[in-house]
């Protein structure tokens, strides 16, 4: 049992540090605020020409080849330097599938796309009818030569107005049981018949979507896995989703942020860090976020030989969310009155707290983060079942 | 012992409760919200001619003659409806401190009008560096000639875009943090050296940030004694405070039957997501939260209606619990309501986003458990 960095670790955090340092720069910064695509675009063409793009791919697609320190080394860093994560519809999900259960075709066509960020990838599982019992989704892929035509709807797809793909779930069977006839298939949005109808979100934001597919034709080779096995391609997915959850180095950073704030705001000559509720309320956070980055490690550790996680990995996520919401709540809190100020086209000190727009938007968008990739209370099903064994 | 509302107070309620079931639609209310100037003015002379803008005043200025009951009914019922017209910055702020602080002639001057809802009132307060330390004030009136020069900056004025009268919390002597030397100043808001910067709020409110340069006062736009002003303004935030917490009690009361409607309707897995013992249980929970926030409303009411002096212990608690209880209920209705909960679409969210503006208005729940702890622990 060692967690000591050895020399050559502690090389490669200078040299991790150093570049965020260089390429992640002020004007990247605002960038990413005033138009997010474009600011992640170039922001993930920084590290593709870098390498560092895919840290979890394997090195033969293009990733890192990074030992599992190493890629927490990275997470660290990039975290505590206050840099995004890459957008991880592509990067992270749906090359994961590809990668475990596409054709060499796929995997020749869509890896070096994804690596070089040339395609905007979006997700198509839950539906108006099918949220937490996702394997109820009805839209309706249909057998017509070499191609499929589907027809449906998928919601809450984030980016789905900056998508040229997105990856769905469809069913293509309907006489066994539910999980059975479903397929996972790949859809470019250039497509005829699909509409895109923006949602707004509770933090004023146009992220989310409903996309409407209307005799939309897909050719069968875009089918990843095989017919009627999406099911398990799905369950693997959302593994992977849940383990990136978690989230340890941004709650890390936002338990920073939430000391560097609380040191300068008073109440009636004190500071608010100094307050002996607020202090508890803060060492509550972190003595849950020491316990959660071991467990994430943990995880991490029977993970190192490769393969997809398992179901432990919801815990991460249910922990990791409930950590992130905690730490939202207390910027918001921090806040104060500023906290309820929608962005108008002034300076943010003209109108008080700098950090106020931020904590609204991140409290507000972060509601969701315990509604999707399976909503807690499904993470608290899959570990009843599959981990303590309770039917 | 008896926790029933008299004839009047509940003729007061259906009144609320049908001008928001008939005239205050989510459709009606987000059109107002989203318009010039975020209010209805048609509304405010309806609340006028339906009496409820004269609830908290006495009878020889042409009020009701209403308690803190009154009071708290019409604010629980406007809660439920989420209605953005500004009663509690006009009637309850600056009403509250007029009826106070205000000499005769001043009342007599200003409740009649405001009941007749001819004028929209603000109190201006919050500073950059304030927070919620009220006499943490650096806006100064200084005495000249008979009268006084105001300068200084107030943040997040409530109503600040529409009211045409503002009262102003300034210090006309002592140091920025004096609870002594506070003054209480009525400003025309349209007066030279009065500047605006308005901004919308998430709750729906405009607000805005108000800067006085050089503000030429006359000697009787004092409201109340020079120098005394905190008593007095303590004394309307117990009232305001109390108001707030009736109001959130009939949001969480709209959030749960709403939420509760939702998962008995909503199917998953081939059944109600409500059958699930799950859900039920954090339901039930949600129900006693509400019920436990509606029972130290009902205490604050008792002891401010006998002895508002009394109340200090109860009110501190009451805004800790409102706090803690309304996180709690809106959390769940956003999470119950899983991705719908989410959408701007729908109004669960902003019944949230009043609920935190509630509980972040005159401190929010870590302020006041300290205060709580100081009162209830010093002896």
Redesign the interface.
């Known amino acids: 049992m060692d967690t000591a960095y050895s020399n050559e670790d502690l090389a490669f955090r200078d040299e991790v540090r150093g570049f965020f340092e260089k390429a992640y720069t002020p004007e990247l910064r605002a960038r990413m605020r005033s138009n997010h695509k474009e600011g992640a675009e170039e922001w993930q063409r920084k590290l593709y020409e870098k390498g560092w793009v895919a840290p979890n791919w394997p090195a033969e697609f293009g990733g890192t080849g990074w030992t599992a320190t190493q890629k927490y080394i990275y997470e660290t860093e990039r975290s505590l330097a206050g840099v995004p994560n890459v957008i991880p519809f592509g990067l992270v999900m749906v090359a994961n599938v590809i990668m475990a259960y596409g054709t060499d075709e796929q995997k020749e066509y869509f890896l070096p796309r994804i690596l070089k960020s040339e395609d905007w990838w979006c997700q198509g599982y ?1 539906e108006p ?5 996702l394997a ?1 989704l009805k839209t309706k892929a249909e057998r017509d030569g070499d191609d499929f035509i589907i027809n449906g709807a998928k ?2 797809t984030t980016y789905a107005q900056y998508a040229d793909w997105i990856f769905c779930l469809v069913r293509t069977d309907n006489s066994g049981k539910k999980q059975e006839g479903i397929t996972f298939i790949l859809i470019d949005m250039k497509s005829e018949g699909i509409k895109v109808n923006p ?4 933090d ?1 934001h146009h992220s ?1 979507n409903e996309v409407e597919f209307s005799n939309v034709r897909v050719p069968a080779k875009n089918v990843v896995g095989e017919i009627g096995k999406g099911w398990t391609v799905a369950k693997a997915l959302l593994a992977h989703e849940r383990t990136g959850i978690a989230g340890v180095a941004d709650v890390k950073r936002a338990v920073r942020v939430i000391k560097e704030v609380a040191a300068k ?5 004190q500071r ?1 860090l100094d ?1 002996p ?2 202090q508890q ?1 803060l060492a509550d956070i972190e003595v849950e976020l020491m316990a959660l980055e071991f467990t994430e490690l943990r995880t991490l550790a029977t993970q190192a030989a490769g393969g997809f996680p398992g179901p432990e990995s919801s815990l991460l996520k249910i922990k990791g969310t409930e950590l992130q919401q905690a730490t939202q ?1 207390m910027l ?2 921090i806040a ?7 962005p ?1 086209d ?1 300076d943010p000190d ?3 707290h700098e950090f106020a727009t931020d904590a ?1 938007l991140s409290y ?2 972060g ?2 983060a ?3 990739g399976g ?3 499904v993470q ?1 099903n899959i570990i009843a079942k599959y981990v303590l064994g309770l039917e | 012992m008896n926790f029933d509302f008299s004839e009047e107070q509940q003729m007061v309620r259906d009144s609320i409760a049908r001008f928001v079931q008939d005239d205050y639609d989510w459709d009606t209310r987000k059109a107002i919200v989203a318009s010039d100037h975020g209010i209805s003015r048609d509304n405010w002379k309806l609340f006028a001619e339906l009496g409820w803008l004269s609830i908290p005043f006495a009878e020889e200025h042409g009020g009701f003659g209403g308690n803190i009951v009154d009071l708290s009914v019409v604010m629980e019922e406007l809660g439920k409806g989420l209605v953005v017209e500004p009663f509690f910055p006009t009637v309850v702020l600056f009403g509250g401190l007029v009826k106070r602080a205000g000499s005769e002639a001043q009342r007599a001057e200003w409740l009649p009008r405001i009941i007749g809802g001819e004028v929209l009132g603000a109190f201006a307060y919050v500073e950059r560096q304030s927070r919620f330390a009220l006499h943490d004030c650096q806006t100064t009136a200084t005495r000249s000639g008979d009268g006084f020069v105001l300068n200084g900056e107030k943040v997040v004025v409530f109503n600040g875009e529409q009211a045409d009268h503002l009262v102003v919390l300034a210090r006309t002597s002592g140091e920025q943090s004096d609870r002594d030397g506070l003054s209480l100043l009525m400003v025309d808001a349209n007066a030279p050296g009065v500047d605006k910067m308005s901004y919308a709020m998430m709750d729906g409110q405009r607000v805005a940030n108000i800067t006085f340069s050089d503000v030429a006062l006359s000697a009787d736009a004092l409201l109340g004694e020079e120098g005394g002003a905190l008593p007095v303004v303590d004394a309307m935030t117990d009232e305001a405070i109390i108001a707030l917490a009736a109001e959130a009690v009939g949001i969480m009361a709209v959030l749960n039957a709403k939420t509760l409607e939702y998962t008995k309707t909503r199917e998953q897995f081939g059944t109600a997501i409500g059958s699930y013992q799950a859900l039920q249980h954090r339901m039930v929970d949600t129900m006693m939260a509400y019920e436990q926030s509606k029972s130290l409303l009902f205490k604050a009411l008792c002891e401010y209606k006998q002895d508002p002096a009394t109340a200090a212990e109860t009110i501190h608690a009451l805004k800790v619990l409102i706090d803690r209880n309304g996180k709690h209920i809106f959390g769940e209705a956003i999470q119950l309501h899983g991705g719908m909960g989410m959408t701007d679409e729908l109004d669960i969210g902003h019944y949230a986003k009043r609920l935190m503006m509630i509980n972040t208005t005159f401190g929010d729940g870590t302020y006041h458990r300290n205060r709580f702890i100081e009162t209830a622990f010093a002896a």
């Open positions: 839950s009818g099918s949220g937490s019992d109820s919601i809450w949602i707004i979100s509770i004023n989310l705001e008073e109440n009636g000559g608010l307050d509720g607020f309320r709540e918001m809190e104060a009155y500023y906290q309820g100020v929608l108008v002034l003209a109108l008080g609204r507000m968008y509601r969701a315990t509604i999707y909503s807690n209370e608290k």
